[in-house]
């Protein structure tokens, strides 16, 4: 047991700067005294003392503002960062390493009996305000954004984030950031909003259209030259997209000055 407390009192100093000592840690942290008192109520829930466990959760969730089920299965260096308003359902699993903060819902979509709170494997964080609902799983190292709302897996190494949760970044290959960034300063596109130190849908999307491009470059260059081999004469230059010339450069000018134009309208009829 006491080795249990020191490990969850050095998972603390690995994830929070603000942790100064460990007799601040001990008395201070309600994440860490919700997990004391769930170990304490889950272990009557496995001796088949019902009410008796569900009164000691009940009580841990008067002192700390944390409600855990007692039913709940959870791993080693579980940390519950600030901690107030977090609920953990009867049939969730939590694995090692775990790290979520405030706000934070492991709840069921159904009112029947079995398995319908979320899986979380080793090495996930959940940020403040986010809902995990429903027999969902979400792999290792994942993460899931601020006040996100999952309702579906989440696959291993991946940052989901939104109301329904997406996809907004996830591991990709040296070669292949470096392949889409040059194809991104090839077409005048920002290289930096598709790499993971800005993950975004929106961004993602278009690295996946930059891969696109890039392999039908790859064909219209073998298809030329098969043709140049039977004779042909084709695809000498490929010309270059020319943004200057592109109409949404124009629409956002248009945009802009409308913009300019309706405070002045405004101002007007005022």
């Not at 080793?122 to 993460?143: E, F, M, N, S, W």
């Not at 993602?204 to 891969?211: C, E, Q």
Request: hydrophobic content about 40%.
């Amino acid at each position: 047991m006491f080795q249990r407390i020191r490990e969850d009192i050095q998972s603390v100093y690995a994830r929070d700067p603000a942790a100064r000592n460990w007799f601040e840690v001990l008395t201070t942290y309600p994440g860490l005294h919700a997990i004391w008192w769930h170990r304490l109520s889950h272990k009557l829930w496995s001796w088949r003392f019902y009410w008796l466990a569900r009164f000691t959760s009940t009580l841990a969730r008067w002192l700390t503002g944390i409600e855990i089920h007692p039913g709940a299965r959870i791993g080693r260096r579980f940390f519950i960062d600030h901690g107030m308003g977090v609920v953990i359902g009867e049939t969730a699993e939590i694995g090692d390493d775990v790290t979520i903060y405030h706000g934070v819902t492991l709840g069921g979509t159904s009112w029947n009996q079995g398995k319908r709170h979320p899986t979380l494997k080793d090495g996930v964080v959940i940020g403040a305000g986010a809902k995990v609902l429903g027999p969902v799983t979400i792999g290792q190292t994942a993460r899931i954004g601020s006040n996100a709302v999952v309702v579906k897996d989440v696959p291993d190494e991946t940052t989901v984030v939104g109301i329904p949760a997406r996809v907004a970044h996830t591991k990709v290959s040296k070669e292949v950031n470096e392949r889409r960034a040059a194809m991104a300063k090839q077409y005048g596109f920002d290289a930096y909003a598709i790499s993971p130190d800005n993950p975004d849908p929106v961004a993602t999307a278009i690295g996946r259209m930059l891969d696109h491009v890039h392999l039908l470059d790859q064909k219209v260059g073998d298809l030329c030259s098969a043709v140049n081999q039977l004779g042909g004469n084709v695809c000498e230059e490929i010309p270059e997209v020319e943004m200057d010339d592109m109409d949404f450069i124009s629409a956002e000018q248009e945009a802009a000055e409308r913009r300019k134009q309706e405070p002045e309208s405004e101002q007007e009829k005022s």
